[in-house]
T-cell receptor, first 114, second 112 residues
Framework: EAGVTQFPSHSVIEKGQTVTLRCDPI?????LYWYRRVMGKEIKFLLH????????ESGMPNNRFLAERTGGTYSTLKVQPAELEDSGVYFC????????????FGPGTRLTVL | KQEVTQIPAALSVPEGENLVLNCSFT??????LQWFRQDPGKGLTSLLL?????REQTSGRLNASLDKSSGRSTLYIAASQPGDSATYLC???????????FGAGTQVVVTP
């Protein structure tokens, strides 16, 4: 069974540019989460999808971040326009059900904004 | 609001010694607690998940305990090996939907 995959693994962009991160969850997992770790800080929750619906986006930093989950399968996280403080590692995780179940994480996308 | 703390931030032990990693949380109504391992530049690997109704969970050399009343979880790694060197994180959901609150992690180095 394939794990959670994320693309790209690294992205280096200039301030003001747009970047789109992609996450493919484990097949059959309705729950998809995005997290982020910025330099020196703890991993923080960004948002949670149940199938194609946003259940909780309370962790999204601001309206420069837009997440979608088309057809309840893969998800994209777009940052437009990117700022220096957006640099960090973006993780995606999926689980079969909600809070009672184990979350499986992808390898992360390291985003560097110059 | 659930807060998760891990102490110490770093730990170095000689090979063969047992590792004891601590995780504290503030909300005793925790649904579960998950332990992860992260290698440099890699993603998070789930090690163990302890449900709120459980007191401990075991997998090979790993054993995790959960004491909700004291707000603590402990990860024991028996007979440590250099390959156990990594950062270990604990996390607990802050709601029934699984929104995880992470600790800062404990960086472990096992010397040969």
């Amino acid at each position: 069974e394939a794990g959670v995959t994320q693309f790209p693994s690294h992205s280096v962009i200039e301030k003001g540019q747009t970047v789109t991160l992609r996450c493919d969850p484990i097949s059959g997992h309705d729950n998809l989460y995005w997290y982020r770790r910025v330099m020196g800080k703890e991993i923080k929750f960004l948002l949670h999808f149940v199938k194609e619906s946003k259940q909780d986006e309370s962790g999204m930093p601001n309206n420069r971040f837009l997440a979608e989950r088309t057809g309840g399968t893969y998800s994209t996280l777009k940052v437009q326009p990117a700022e220096l403080e957006d640099s960090g590692v973006y993780f995606c995780a999926s689980s079969q059900e909600g809070g009672w179940y184990e979350q499986f994480f992808g390898p992360g996308t390291r985003l560097t904004v110059l | 609001k659930q807060e998760v703390t891990q102490i110490p931030a770093a730990l170095s032990v000689p090979e063969g010694e047992n590792l004891v990693l601590n995780c504290s949380f503030t909300d005793s109504a925790i649904y579960n607690l998950q332990w992860f391992r992260q290698d440099p530049g890699k993603g998070l690997t789930s090690l163990l998940l302890i449900q709120s109704s459980q007191r401990e969970q075991t997998s090979g050399r790993l054993n995790a305990s959960l004491d909700k009343s004291s707000g603590r979880s402990t990860l024991y790694i028996a007979a440590s090996q250099p390959g156990d060197s990594a950062t270990y994180l604990c996390a607990g959901p802050t709601d029934s939907w699984g929104k995880l609150q992470f600790g800062a992690g404990t960086q472990v180095v096992v010397t040969p």
